[in-house]
Each structure stands twice: as C-alpha cells, then as structure tokens.
C-alpha cells in the first residue's frame, strides 16, 4: 500500500468509517517494518491494540496464584467432604452392627433367661437396701456406723 492510501485509511479511521477489513490492513501495515516516518506517530496506536490481545491471550494461559490456591482448597474441601461422609457412614454400620449382636443375644431356654433375671434383680434389690441403710446411718454412733458398714460389705459379697 502507498502512503497516499494509508493516509486516507487513516481518515476514515478516524471518522469511524472504516471496515474491519480495513482496520487489518491498517493493523497489518503499522506491524510490519516499511512503516514511513511520517506515520510512525501512529504505529504505537495499532501495536497496542495487538500487544494487549497478546496479553490478554497470556492471562488466560496462565492462572494467577490466588486462583491456583483456590482450586487447591476446592479441591481439599471435597476431599474432606468425601472422608466426614465415609466416617459417618462407617461409624452408623458399625453401630447397627452393634446393635443387632446386643438384641439378638437372648435365652432359647425360657427357664435360664428367668434364673438370669432373678439374679440381676437380686443384685439391684441388694444394692438399693444397702443405699437405704446408708440414709438411716448418720443417727447412728460411731462405733455403730463401723459395724453396720462392715454388715453392708458383707451383704453386697454375698450378694455377688
């Protein structure tokens, strides 16, 4: 292109009139090396428009750290989402695992589920007797509050 043409270019440039086509050749001309020095004033114009598509090209190539960072703690995150969901799933298995042992242990014998029972409440009725004359001992002496406790531990020996 002729300097004649580029100046023209240029005018309707700056009227707004100009194609995108145009608007290459003028981005294409102001790029290259055969730039006369009278329009050199106007070739940082059309280099900064190429210059900032570049950079704007390397942004997106390149993610700054903040966002590294917090791709980073997303992804911690599910990880920790995952693992708090296994445990907790774990841990209400084990439970119902538990759960059924405890009540499916019974007696398949009527006669030694009743002789367990009586023990066991043997056992509550000898403890709430001696928690009754605990309450009765402080109107005691001392030299009777000595005996008594000795007849409690007795009592809870035979008991168990």
């Known amino acids: ?9 240029l005018e309707k440039y700056w009227a ?11 981005k294409t001309f102001f790029s290259g090396d055969a730039v006369p020095e009278e329009l050199t004033k106007y070739r940082s114009l059309f280099l900064w428009k190429t210059k900032q598509m570049q950079v704007k090209d390397n942004r997106t190539l390149k993610m700054p750290a903040d966002n590294q960072w917090y791709s980073i703690l997303k992804i911690a995150a599910s990880i920790l989402l995952i693992l708090t969901m296994g445990i907790g799933i774990y841990t209400h298995y084990q439970q ?23 023990i ?28 008594s406790k000795s007849n409690m531990n007795e009592r809870w020996e035979n008991a168990n």
């Open 1 to 9: 292109m002729t300097t004649e043409q580029i100046k023209q270019l």
């Open 16 to 26: 707004g009139d100009t194609s995108l086509d145009e608007e290459r050749a003028l």
């Open 96 to 118: 119902e695992k538990d759960m059924d042992r405890i009540f499916s242990e019974t007696y398949s014998n009527p006669e030694d589920a009743l002789k367990e029972t009586k």
């Open 120 to 147: 066991v409440i043997g056992k509550i009725s000898s403890a709430l007797n001696m928690a009754k004359d605990e309450q009765v001992e402080p109107q005691k002496t001392d030299s009777a509050e000595h005996s």
